[in-house]
């Protein structure tokens, strides 16, 4: 499989060095699954750090919060009892909850713990993200149960304001629906055998294969949508809902260190999407992306432009060999 990518030089007469003729290259690259293009930027800090007090705006938000000890049974709603009896799926500190606004026809939201309002991505563990994904795949069963035509499952992630999150107490989101979302429709749709071409040419190129936990390989993507993007890939199955036991630790362990990279790199915001094809599609693995966005700061900027927005195509400036350089080691 060839990774398709190509260096473009743009000529300009630079007025930070009088005006002399400057030569800038970028690159473009294509997705080896989906055929989106992505730009590689020179490196311009444009995702700079931040020393914005996240725990004093814990601090501020702590009252009221919905999904807190004090107030998660009284505030948040639950399920029909043919979804789950009890109303809320738990595991461990995790506890999981319908959303009150639909963007699924069953859409969830589950809490690492009541009493972890203030979630820094450094005190991320195995454990904690396990428990909250288990929560997860119990709902997608527990909807595949009730509602077999809702088989397109996702589990994702708005982590701080940035990403998209209206709630500061850190959670993850479900998704299970009779429609594929976009990206989940040109995942299914791109040729089995591709998945394992790239991952296989990722391996043998050595830069930016970032190891196996065993059953889930990394990666640092090659055209990623987002900055410091990662992909991982579970081949043997297609859907959230065959995660086993075992699966959802070395999943959780994956996460918890992808999220701990992402803190020593300064990082506080991310988004992620476990992308579900219906369970038991031949050849499809189960796949992740992890991106991160802009830290929280006052009269931020916001790391979405028209490229990503209105073209659909990224523009980044985080190297993503550098980004592998920087995880080597953490995912064997
Ligand atoms: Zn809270």
């Known amino acids: 499989m060839e990774l398709r990518r190509r260096t473009l030089t743009a000529e300009i007469l630079d007025s930070r060095n009088d005006f002399a003729r400057t030569e800038r290259t970028f690159e473009i690259r294509w997705d080896p699954l989906t055929g989106h293009t992505s730009r590689i930027l020179p490196s311009s800090g444009l995702l700079r750090s931040s020393d914005f007090d996240l725990e004093r705006l814990a601090e501020e938000t702590r009252t009221g919060c919905p999904f807190c000890a004090e107030r998660i049974e009284e505030a948040t709603p639950k399920f029909l009892p043919a979804e789950a009896p009890e109303g809320r799926i738990r595991h461990g500190d995790a506890v999981l909850f319908p959303n009150l606004l639909p963007y699924s026809k069953h859409s969830s939201v589950s809490v690492y713990s009541p009493a972890l309002h203030f979630l820094p991505l450094d005190a991320m563990t195995r454990e904690l993200v396990s428990d909250n994904l288990a929560t997860q795949v119990a709902f997608a069963r527990a909807v595949l149960r009730v509602d077999p035509n809702s088989t397109w499952v996702s589990v994702n992630a708005n982590h701080m304001l940035p990403s998209g999150s209206s709630v500061f107490h850190p959670h993850l989101q479900g998704s299970v629906n009779p429609f594929p979302t976009t990206i989940q429709r040109l995942l299914a749709e791109t040729p089995s055998e591709r998945f394992r071409e790239y991952v296989d040419e990722e391996k ?67 988004n992620m999407a476990i992308y579900g094809a219906p369970p038991e599609t031949r050849g499809y693995p189960l796949n992740l992306r992890l991106l991160c966005r802009s830290n929280l700061e006052p009269l931020y900027r916001s790391d979405s432009t028209w490229l990503e927005r209105v073209h659909w195509e990224a523009a980044i400036d985080v190297s993503p060999e550098e980004l592998a350089a920087r995880a080597a080691g953490r995912f064997a």
Not at 207 to 231: C, I, K, Q, Y
Not at 240 to 269: C, F, K, M, R, W
């Open 204 to 270: 043998r190129q050595r830069v930016r294969h970032l190891g196996s936990t065993g059953n889930v390989d990394w990666l640092a993507a090659f055209a990623p949508l987002g900055p410091a993007e990662l992909r991982a890939f579970v081949f043997g199955i297609s859907s959230p809902s065959e995660l086993d036991d075992d699966l959802v630790a070395e999943l959780g362990h994956g996460i918890a260190t992808a999220l701990n990279l992402y803190a020593e790199l300064g990082y506080q915001s991310f």
